[in-house]
């Protein structure tokens, strides 16, 4: 890659650093030291671990004579790789109080110097700043997600993201799509970035089935609620009722219900819960049993791709994530890169379940049809939903 800028680079590292501010932009000081729950990060240590990863895996390795900002945030702003170094402990993230989020600016713009100047005259690796930006454009994503949950704690229920806009539902009733199934194949085969587990590309066999047209309703879960859908064992796989049972779910997280008007909270603070937008902030625990209670089950992960591009599927990508019934495995042939960045998806290829689309917090264009998404079954916070399937 030596000598060799990609056209657009340079004003794409830009574009994706200024929109992580621009998120953070309507935060105080303390609002971005804050961490709610071990799953979650402060805003200001996602704005500073994008910029470690930047400055440990290109800048070190590949800018002559570079200035480390400061060593302490080699520690600090580590997140999992183990190759690399000591971090700080995930659920202990919200004590980094020092540094300030003025250093931690003063930071961000030291490595966006050494880094444009790298891109500019060629010395850094394309494939790196590309991963690097997908990487910060996930971390954007759970700014979103991690500050609204903090901010859900809040008992006024400020807007942690005022500026955040929702995409409007697609109207209409609910319809289905039969698919014949057959021989396909799924796994990224187009040019451009992709993710290490989006492939290799693969054949996959499967039987006919039928797929939703669209996204569960918020007013369909009030009738599973309604019908006793969080209080009907049979409904649950045995983990996902403990679960429901432990933390006292009775409704999806965030809604919330006074003098029988039901309301949910967001970015851009409390909404009066719309019956026709999909629901959101469900586990896979709840969305199974949503599935079985309806006598349907969630799609595959080779379904949801195989039928992703079909136009008689709305809704596919920008308004939740969505849960299917597969596992978090690898693919056929799979193998991580070797080295620290090998860390990045490989080692989490087990106990999680497999997300498609993307979410209304996802940045503009990092979603693809072969993005794999995953977390564990119980996890709520993140713009999560359904899309339900069934066998032909």
């Known amino acids: 890659m030596d000598g060799y800028t990609p056209p657009g680079l340079v004003r794409s590292y830009e574009q994706v650093r200024a929109h992580t501010e621009d998120l953070a932009r309507a935060l105080s000081a303390e609002d971005q030291c804050i961490q709610s729950m071990a799953d979650a990060s402060p805003a200001k240590w996602h704005r500073a671990h994008t910029t470690w990863f930047f400055e440990q895996f290109v800048l070190l390795p590949h ?15 580590n997140s999992y790789y183990e190759s690399v170094g000591e971090r700080q402990p995930r659920p202990e993230r919200g004590l980094i109080t020092r540094p300030e989020g003025a250093r931690v600016t003063a ?13 500019e005259r060629g010395g850094a690796p394309a494939d790196l700043v590309v991963l690097g930006l997908n990487h910060e454009q996930q971390h954007q994503e759970l700014l ?6 903090a901010f859900a704690q809040n008992r006024f229920a400020p807007a942690p993201v005022p500026h955040f806009t929702r995409p409007p539902a697609v109207p209409g009733g609910e319809g289905f799509v039969d698919f014949p199934g057959g021989l396909v194949e799924i796994g990224f085969a187009e040019a451009g970035f992709h993710f290490d587990n989006e492939g290799p590309r693969h054949q996959v066999w499967l039987e006919p089935y039928r797929l939703a047209d669209r996204l569960v309703r918020n007013r369909d879960w009030l009738a599973f609620m309604a019908e006793g859908g969080y209080r009907t064992s049979t ?5 996902g009722w403990e679960a429901a049972r432990a933390g006292g779910w009775a409704a999806p997280l965030y809604w919330r219900r006074d003098n029988d008007v039901w309301s949910s909270f967001g970015p851009e603070g409390v909404l009066r819960l719309d019956p026709d937008a999909p629901v ?8 199974d049993a949503y599935a079985r209670w309806r006598g349907a089950r969630l799609p595959t992960e080779a379904e949801w791709e195989a039928a992703a591009a079909d136009p008689r599927l709305a809704e596919m990508t920008g308004y939740v994530w969505q ?8 693919y056929p042939r799979f193998r991580p890169v070797a080295g620290a960045i090998g860390e990045y998806n490989g080692k989490f290829m087990i106990n999680q379940m497999v997300l498609r689309g993307s979410s209304m917090a996802t940045p503009e264009g990092h979603a693809r049809r072969s993005y794999r998404n995953f977390f564990h079954p119980d996890k709520r916070w993140q713009f999560a939903g359904l899309r339900l399937a069934w066998d032909c």
């Open 107 to 119: 930071y961000r713009a030291h490595v966006d110097t050494a880094m444009r100047e790298l891109i």
């Open 144 to 149: 979103v997600t991690d500050i609204t949950h």
């Open 63 to 77: 800018a002559p004579g570079y200035r480390v900002f400061d060593l302490a945030f080699q520690y600090l702003f």
């Open 323 to 330: 849960w299917t019934e597969s596992a978090y495995r690898p």
């Open 280 to 287: 959101m902030h469900v586990s896979w625990y709840e969305a």
């Open 235 to 239: 409904l649950w796989m045995a983990d």
